[in-house]
């Protein structure tokens, strides 16, 4: 994958790129950082200590900050301007993204479909993949290797289930997915009664998951069937790896959440809710919309007020960074204090 001339960047729809110097002489068939850009790459430009270094390099575009664009401009490069170069990623990079092409056209001879399954058109599948009874899979979808969908599953159009994948029966996942490997969609519940003799009785897990279109899952993510109804991630979404979502809980639209992050059954967590890696979030509790947690959090209550919070006890962001800066110094004011109590013959 390749970009043969400028106007491969300039038409991309909804993009602020603009042409500002140069033309491309030859197709484009790398992108570069920087520090390691080589003639005919494509490098992006976020500073000025970048320009500084790419000046010396043969790039064949470079894509920079616009308020960062210099003076005098290198004439042999082809150079284009954007507001936000992270957002210029987002449009830019697909053209050079050669993911899609790992996954098989059409279905595999090795895949096992069942002959109720509803497949749509443009439909990946591939080696060794299991697709169960009364599967629905939408158009344009692609199905990594040796994934697992369970009997009245649905996927929508134009997901994609990378390997390994499992999704459970019942469960549904919207359009536009991106599904990363050792995912599993649809593992039981954790959940038990236990008796006066610590004997442990399994509560079967007859509920699914749902999620909305737009959601990415990150490599390793486990989110649980609900007891009864359904465990919701709701659109547009972003989990990233080895996350664990339990049962019954909803996370709400738009959500970005970093690794390792772990909530209990029967949690909903607002829109927009945002989660630092390593956070923890407890059972049975309700967060509101707008609510960040730095990384490493820990929480044991609801939180009814939008804002940013942070560490164990859970305080607002600013005092928790204030409590961190302070233990610190825990050890060094023990002892001045004992040393002002043995001055004063004061008994502890």
């Known amino acids: 994958m390749y970009v043969n001339k400028i106007d491969d960047l300039l038409k991309i729809e909804q993009s602020d790129l603009k042409l500002v110097s140069g033309t491309i002489l030859a197709p484009v068939t790398s992108v570069s950082t920087p520090e390691k850009a080589k003639d005919g790459s494509l490098v992006f430009v ?72 509803i497949i749509g058109k443009n439909v990946s599948i591939g080696t060794h993949c299991f697709i169960g009874n009364n599967v629905k899979i939408g158009d344009d979808t692609c199905i990594g290797p040796n994934s697992i969908i369970e009997d009245n599953a649905v996927i929508g159009q134009r997901a994609v289930l990378h390997g390994q994948v499992f999704l459970g029966y019942n469960c549904i996942i919207g359009d536009e997915c991106n599904i990363h490997a050792h995912a599993t969609i649809g593992s039981d519940g954790f959940g038990f009664f236990t008796d006066k003799q610590y004997n442990h009785y399994k509560v079967p897990q007859i509920g699914n998951v749902v999620i ?53 059954g029967s949690t909903h967590l607002g829109k927009r809710f945002t989660a630092g890696g390593g956070t923890v979030v407890s059972t049975q509790l309700c967060i509101t919309d707008d609510v960040t947690l730095a990384g490493r959090s820990t929480v044991t209550n609801d939180i009814t007020e939008s804002g940013q919070y942070g560490g164990y006890p859970l305080q607002p962001l600013k005092d928790a960074l204030r409590t961190i800066s302070t233990l610190a110094n825990i050890v060094d004011m023990r002892k001045k204090l004992n040393q002002v109590l043995k001055t004063l013959s004061i008994k502890e």
């Open 46 to 117: 976020s500073t000025n200590e970048q320009w500084n270094l790419i000046l010396c390099k043969k790039p064949a575009v470079i894509i920079s900050n616009e308020s960062i664009l210099p003076a005098t401009l290198p004439k042999e490069i082809c150079v284009v301007s954007t507001k936000n170069i992270k957002r210029a990623m987002t449009y830019v990079l697909p053209l050079f993204d050669i993911s899609s092409l790992k996954f098989t056209k059409g279905i595999h001879p090795t895949a096992s479909v069942s002959n109720s399954a």
């Open 212 to 264: 909305g279109d737009r959601v990415e899952l990150g490599a390793g993510c486990c989110i649980d069937r609900a007891t009864i109804d359904s465990t919701t991630i709701q659109a547009g979404s972003k989990l990233d790896n080895l996350c664990h979502i339990a049962h019954n809980c909803t996370i709400g639209e738009n959500s970005l959440i970093a690794a390792g992050f772990f909530v209990a």
